[in-house]
C-alpha cells in the first residue's frame, strides 16, 4: 500500500482539497481502513526495524567481504552531513546500501546464498528485502550513471523488517562466506 497525508493551516489545505475532490485521488474506504489499522502500530514496527537495521550495519560494517557501507547512523561526527541529520531525523531508518568487494557475480553469489532474506524491491514491510540496485532500479542507467550515485555492481540495498536480529545477522554472515 502506498499512501500519504497532508497536513497544516486551512488557507494552505484547502487549494489540495479541492484539487483531491477534483481529481479523486482519495484512497477508497478499504484502504483507508487497512491505513488506520496498520498506523497503529507502526511506531513499534519502525523502532524494531531500526534496531536490527543498526545491528546489521554494524555487523556488516567489520566483516572483511564488506568494501563499503552507506548507513546514515555511521555518518561521521561534526560533518554537515551529521548536522542535517542531527537537526531532521530521531534515528537511522531501516534502509541502507552496502557494497561488496568485487564485482556483480559477488553479489549474485551472496544474493544465491540468503535464506531468510527475500529478493524484492520494495521497502518498508515488517519483512526484511535486499535487492541488486544495478539490475533492478538503477538498471536504465549506464554505469556511469550508476557510479555519480554511489551504485557499484556490487552495491545491494537492504530494507531491514522485524525479524529477530540474530536470524538476520545469521543469514547474512552465512551468505557472505559464498562470495
Not at 502506498?2 to 497544516?8: I, K
Request: glycine share 10%; aromatic share 6%.
Amino acid at each position: 500500500m502506498l499512501a500519504g497525508g497532508v497536513s497544516g493551516r486551512a488557507e494552505l489545505i484547502h487549494p489540495l482539497r479541492l484539487l483531491r475532490t477534483t481529481l479523486g485521488s482519495h484512497l477508497d474506504p478499504y484502504t483507508s481502513w487497512l491505513l488506520l489499522r496498520s498506523m497503529e502500530t507502526v511506531h513499534l514496527r519502525m523502532e524494531r526495524a531500526s534496531a536490527n537495521a543498526r545491528r546489521v550495519a554494524e555487523a556488516l560494517r567489520v566483516h572483511p567481504k564488506v568494501a563499503s557501507i552507506t548507513y546514515l547512523g555511521f555518518l561521521e561526527d561534526g560533518s554537515p552531513e551529521r548536522a542535517v541529520y542531527g537537526r531532521q531525523c530521531t534515528g537511522a531508518g531501516s534502509t541502507f546500501s552496502f557494497a561488496l568487494h568485487g564485482g556483480e557475480a559477488e553479489a549474485f553469489r551472496f544474493l544465491d546464498a540468503l535464506r531468510l532474506l527475500s529478493f524484492a524491491v520494495s521497502l518498508g514491510g515488517s519483512e526484511t528485502l535486499i535487492t541488486h540496485p544495478a539490475t533492478t532500479t538503477h538498471y536504465s542507467l549506464s554505469p556511469e550513471e550508476r557510479a555519480a550515485g554511489g551504485i557499484t555492481d556490487s552495491t545491494l540495498r537492504l530494507s531491514v523488517g522485524i525479524e529477530h536480529g540474530d536470524d538476520l545477522i545469521a543469514d547474512i554472515t552465512r551468505a557472505l562466506e559464498a562470495v
